[in-house]
């Protein structure tokens, strides 16, 4: 068999695209959930390590500490294999999910963390000079500004996010490589992989140029 038809062979290609497909909107849906809830508990929980009372610091900075230091696979596989041990059974899509989603929450509260520590003091202080209370300076003043900053890292956590779903495969969800892994073992031939390859590159590289925009743009902002 030559290299074309071995790699690329185009009806093994054919007949695995649907399922490719499946695959890639599973992907994407899990990518979605856990980049959003990922975002949203972050900036609380970045919010909680900078402003909460002493002992809340302390859970926050744990908290984040912790979960940067486990890998993902193996949090992925405790969610998914010891967690119905104490009677929480989860799909193994949501289980997916909320490994994901605490990971990115651990790295998107350092990375907002960062920004709103990147505003000048001053800032602060005019906030407070025209009688903005704590939320309304964080909604009006600083949080808008903590944002600008924050979009190229946050962005390359995203993909980071969306690049982490191939692991979910490990839990038997049928999401992008899980698919093409299948019908790589059907076929007999590697053609489905590089498939699945390709359409990773198809929605992950447009992200990475776009993070190399926002990190030029930034960095003409703040010549």
Request: with cysteine.
């Given at each position: 068999?030559?290299?074309?038809?071995?790699?690329?062979?185009?009806?093994?290609?054919?007949?695995?695209?649907?399922?490719?497909?499946?695959?890639?909107?599973?992907?994407?849906?899990?990518?979605?959930?856990?980049?959003?809830?990922?975002?949203?508990?972050?900036?609380?929980?970045?919010?909680?390590?900078?402003?909460?009372?002493?002992?809340?610091?302390?859970?926050?900075?744990?908290?984040?500490?912790?979960?940067?230091?486990?890998?993902?696979?193996?949090?992925?596989?405790?969610?998914?294999?010891?967690?119905?041990?104490?009677?929480?059974?989860m799909s193994s899509f949501a289980s997916a999910a909320v490994a994901i989603s605490l990971v990115s929450c651990a790295y998107t509260a350092e990375i907002f963390r960062a920004g709103i520590e990147a505003i000048p003091k001053g800032q602060f202080e005019a906030a407070d000079a025209i009688g903005l209370g704590f939320f309304s300076s964080m909604r009006y003043v600083i949080l808008p500004q903590a944002f600008r900053i924050v979009v190229p890292p946050l962005t390359s956590n995203c993909i980071n996010v969306l690049k982490?779903?191939?692991?979910?495969?490990?839990?038997?969800?049928?999401?992008l490589l899980k698919q093409a892994t299948q019908a790589?073992?059907?076929?007999?031939?590697?053609?489905?992989?590089?498939?699945?390859?390709?359409l990773y590159l198809l929605i992950l590289l447009p992200l990475v140029r776009l993070v190399s925009y926002f990190e030029s743009r930034h960095s003409k902002n703040t010549r």
């Amino acid at each position: 068999m030559s290299l074309i038809e071995t790699f690329f062979n185009w009806s093994v290609f054919v007949g695995a695209l649907p399922a490719l497909l499946e695959g890639l909107w599973i992907t994407i849906m899990l990518g979605v959930v856990s980049i959003v809830a990922g975002m949203v508990s972050g900036l609380g929980m970045a919010l909680a390590r900078l402003y909460g009372a002493g002992p809340v610091q302390a859970l926050a900075r744990i908290y984040t500490d912790v979960l940067r230091s486990i890998p993902l696979l193996v949090l992925l596989v405790l969610v998914y294999y010891a967690l119905p041990f104490v009677g929480i059974r989860m799909s193994s899509f949501a289980s997916a999910a909320v490994a994901i989603s605490l990971v990115s929450c651990a790295y998107t509260a350092e990375i907002f963390r960062a920004g709103i520590e990147a505003i000048p003091k001053g800032q602060f202080e005019a906030a407070d000079a025209i009688g903005l209370g704590f939320f309304s300076s964080m909604r009006y003043v600083i949080l808008p500004q903590a944002f600008r900053i924050v979009v190229p890292p946050l962005t390359s956590n995203c993909i980071n996010v969306l690049k982490d779903t191939a692991l979910a495969s490990v839990v038997a969800m049928p999401d992008l490589l899980k698919q093409a892994t299948q019908a790589q073992a059907l076929a007999a031939n590697p053609t489905p992989l590089i498939g699945a390859a390709v359409l990773y590159l198809l929605i992950l590289l447009p992200l990475v140029r776009l993070v190399s925009y926002f990190e030029s743009r930034h960095s003409k902002n703040t010549r």
